[in-house]
C-alpha cells in the first residue's frame, strides 16, 4: 500500500518536473474528452429537439379505431361496424397511466361557406379539446374551444390555414361565423401551419368542431341516434340500475341538455340503449417507449368495456405509427453513433500522443531509470510509475476535457438555446474511458522502460 | 551451502568468476576467473586499463549483472545465481552507488534526491523517519543549509556529495563508486575523496572505488589492479604485504 502511494507520488513528482509539457501532453485527451462531453449533451439536446419534432408528427399516437364487420365472409374493412363510444374514451383516459390525453374523433364531410367564397375542406372533425394535445397543435390565432362548447354543442370552430386562406383572405377570421353543411359556426381560432403530412396530403386543410355538434348537427347520419341518445342519458340517470354505457356528454355534471323526463314519463316512453357511435379515439401517449404499454392498457380497458369474452376477438384495432417511431429510433442511434466515431477518434488521437511523449520520456530518462534500477527498483516498480504518469495525464487530460466540455454545452445551450442536459453517465464513461487510454497507449512505453538493462542505461548519454 | 558460514569479516567472497559476452558466434571471455576477498570495513581501489574487464567486475560486485560461473557471496548471501528482482532488492539494501556523472534527478530537491531509493525499500522506515535520515545525511555531508536546493543550484562537489547521501540512506555496509572524481576538479575531487575516507575509518563502511586516477586510487589501502580480465595485484593474500603507495608507484 505503502509502496503504491509513493509510486503515485514519485509519479505526480516527475511529472511536476515538466508541467508544461505534461499539460501540452494532456491536450490531446482534454480535446478529445471535451469534444465527446459537449457532444454528448449536445447531441442530447438535438435528440430531445429531434424526439420532440417527430412526437408533433404524432410518433406518440395511438389511433383506436372501430372493429370490421364482415357478413357472408365478405368484410366491410376496418371501421365498418360501430363500437367506440365517448365513454370508451373517457374510460382510457381514467383508466391508463401511459397516456397524455385521449380524445373522441368524429368526421363529416360538407361545403364550407363565407360569404361568397367557398370551399370544401379534406377533414372536418369532431372532438373534445384534449385533440389539441394529443396531435400537439399549437393555436395559431384566437383559441381552441372548450369542454362548455363539447358540452352545449356549441356552434364554434376552429380552423386550419388552408381555409382561412381559401375563405376569409386577408380577414382576420376569429369572430367570423361560416356555414358548413348549412349550419352556422363561429371561427373561435386558426391552427397554426402544419403543412403536408408524410403522405402528401395538406393537414392544414381542415375545421375541427366539438364532436357533439358534428355528430347532432352537421352529421345526419346519426341525428336520431341523438335525439334518442339523450332521452337514453336522462333514463340512466333516473334509473341507476340500467346498464348503459351511453353517458352522453363528457361532464356528467353539466347541465342537462333537454328537460330531464319525469319517471312516469320515462316509463311511458321506454327507449332502447343506444350507443353514441364515434369514428375512432386519438391517444397520445406519454413517451414513444410506452407505447406498447399503452396498448396493452387499452387493449384492456375496452375489451372489459365491450363485454368481451377471452375467446372472442376484439371489436377495435389499435394503431401505431411505426413507421414514425422507426424513424425517431433510427435517429436516435444515428447521433449515438456519430458521437461513438467523433469519440472514438479523438481518443485515440489523444492516445496516439500521449504514448509518443511517454516513449520520448522514457528515452531521455534512461539514466535516471538506470539510477532507480541501481538504487533498487524492481523492473515493476518502472513499470508502474511510467504507466501511473500516463494514466494521471490522462485522467487530468480528463478532468479539464470535462469540465471545457461542459462548458461549450452551456454556451451552445445559452446561444443556440438547445435544450442540452448534463449526461453523468458521459461523465463517468469519459473518465474510465481517459483512465482506459492511459493504461493502453502508456502501457507500451512503461514496458520499454521496465525491460532497459541498469548497466546500458547508466552508461547512456 | 558449500562454504558452511562464511567468516562474518567477509563483505566479498569472489570465488573463480568468470563472464563471458556472447556476440553472435564467437563467446568473448572478459572476466577469466577472479577470486577475491574483501572484509568489513576495507577502503579498496580497483583500477585498470579500460577494456580490462575492470567494468564487467564492477557491474558483477555491484549486483548490476551476473557473473557467467563462479561464486559471488555478499554479506554472507550467494547472488551469482539470484533473479533480476532479487539482485535489484539486494542493491537496495546492501550497496549504496556513487556515479562519476552524479546521476541526480533533474529538477528535484537535494531531500528528494536522498529519499529516493525508500520509494522502493519496502522495509520499516516511515515517510518521516526517511526525511529525518535524509536530513541528518546531507547534514553529514556538509549540505544541511542546500536541502531544498536543486542540482542545478549546486556545485559539482555538492552533488556528488548529495549523491554520497543518497547511496548511503539505507545503510548499506557497501558503498561502491564508479569513477567518483572523474567530473571534478582537484580541491573538490580531495573533498570527496575525504568524506569517502571518514565514512570508512568512521562508520566502517567497506568502500570500493573504480578509479583509473593513481591518486584517488591512492586514497584506498588497498588497490585491485585488473588486466585482461584476471587480477594482476591486490589479492587477499596480498593485501597486507604492500603499501598502497608502493602499488600505484609501480
Known sequence: MRTAVRTVQVSLRALRRNVMRSLLTCVGIVIGIAAVIAMMEIGNGVSTLNQRAIASLGANNLLVMPGQAASGGVSWGSGSVMTLTPQDCDAIIRETTTIRAAAPEVRASGQLVYGNKNWIPMQVTGTTPAWFDVRQWPIGEGAYFTDQDVRNSGKVCVIGQTIQKQLFENEDPIGKELRLANVTLRVVGVLSRKGASMFGSDQDDLVVAPWTTIKYRISGKNQSAGASQSGGTTASKTNPGVNTLNNLYPNQSAIPLYPELSETQAADTPMAVKFTNINSIQVGVNTAGEIPLATKQITDVLRERHHLRDDEPDDFQIRDMTELMNTLASQTELIGKLLLIVAMISLIVGGVGIMNIMLVSVTERTREIGLRMAVGARGAHILWQFLVEAVVLCLTGGVIGIAIGRGVSLLVRTFARWPTAISIPAIVASVIVAATVGIVFGFYPAWKASRLDPIEALRYE | ?250
Open chain 2, 1 to 250: 551451502m558449500k562454504p558452511a558460514q562464511p567468516p562474518s569479516t567477509d563483505l566479498i567472497r569472489l570465488h573463480n568468476v568468470t563472464k563471458t559476452y556472447h556476440l553472435g558466434e564467437v563467446d568473448v571471455p572478459v572476466l577469466k576467473g577472479i577470486t577475491l576477498t574483501i572484509d568489513r570495513g576495507e577502503f579498496v581501489a580497483l583500477t585498470g586499463a579500460s577494456g580490462s574487464g575492470k567494468s564487467t567486475l564492477m557491474n558483477i560486485l555491484g549486483c548490476l549483472d551476473r557473473p557467467t560461473s563462479g561464486e559471488y557471496w555478499l554479506d554472507g548471501q550467494e547472488v551469482s545465481k539470484l533473479s533480476t528482482d532479487q539482485r535489484a532488492r539486494v542493491r537496495n539494501n546492501k550497496i549504496g552507488f556513487v556515479f562519476q556523472n552524479f546521476n541526480l534527478l533533474p529538477r528535484t530537491t537535494a531531500l528528494e534526491q536522498v529519499t529516493m531509493p525508500l520509494t522502493y525499500y519496502t522495509g520499516k522506515l516511515s515517510e518521516r523517519d526517511g526525511r529525518k535520515r535524509a536530513e541528518a545525511l546531507l547534514d553529514r555531508v556538509g549540505l544541511a543549509d542546500r536541502m531544498h536546493h536543486l542540482p542545478s543550484q549546486l556545485s559539482g562537489g555538492q552533488q556528488q556529495r548529495v549523491a554520497i547521501a543518497r547511496a548511503l540512506i539505507n545503510n548499506p555496509p557497501l558503498l561502491f563508486a564508479d569513477e567518483p572524481t572523474g567530473n571534478l576538479d582537484s580541491r573538490t575531487t580531495k573533498e570527496v575523496l575525504e568524506m569517502f575516507r571518514k565514512l570508512n575509518a568512521e562508520e566502517g563502511i567497506t568502500v570500493i572505488i573504480v578509479t583509473h586516477e593513481p591518486d584517488v586510487a591512492a586514497v584506498a589501502r588497498r588497490n585491485i589492479r585488473i588486466h585482461d580480465g584476471l587480477m594482476e595485484s591486490g589479492s587477499f593474500d596480498e593485501r597486507n604485504r604492500a603499501a598502497p603507495a608502493l602499488e600505484v608507484a609501480k
